[in-house]
């Protein structure tokens, strides 16, 4: 039982991490949000993923 709520938790924490990263993404490379006049590739990508004391913490790195 406990297997299976830690893997529903990670599914999750993923889904929702890729959409964070899309969104962040989408935001950054427009160039009406990111107030510049021509568009710019920036990447996200979703450095690392820990759990400590039963909190998540995400790292994600943005680069252009």
């Known amino acids: 039982m406990q297997k299976t709520g830690n893997i529903e938790k990670k599914t999750l924490i993923l889904l929702s ?3 964070l990263t899309l969104i962040l993404t989408v935001a950054l490379s427009t160039p009406t949000l990111a107030k510049e006049d021509k568009e710019k590739k920036v990447e996200v990508k979703v450095i ?3 759990e400590v ?3 998540i913490w995400v790292t994600i ?3 252009k």
């Open 48 to 50: 690392s993923v820990e």
């Open 53 to 55: 004391d039963g909190k």
């Open 17 to 19: 991490l890729t959409i």
């Open 61 to 63: 790195g943005i680069f």
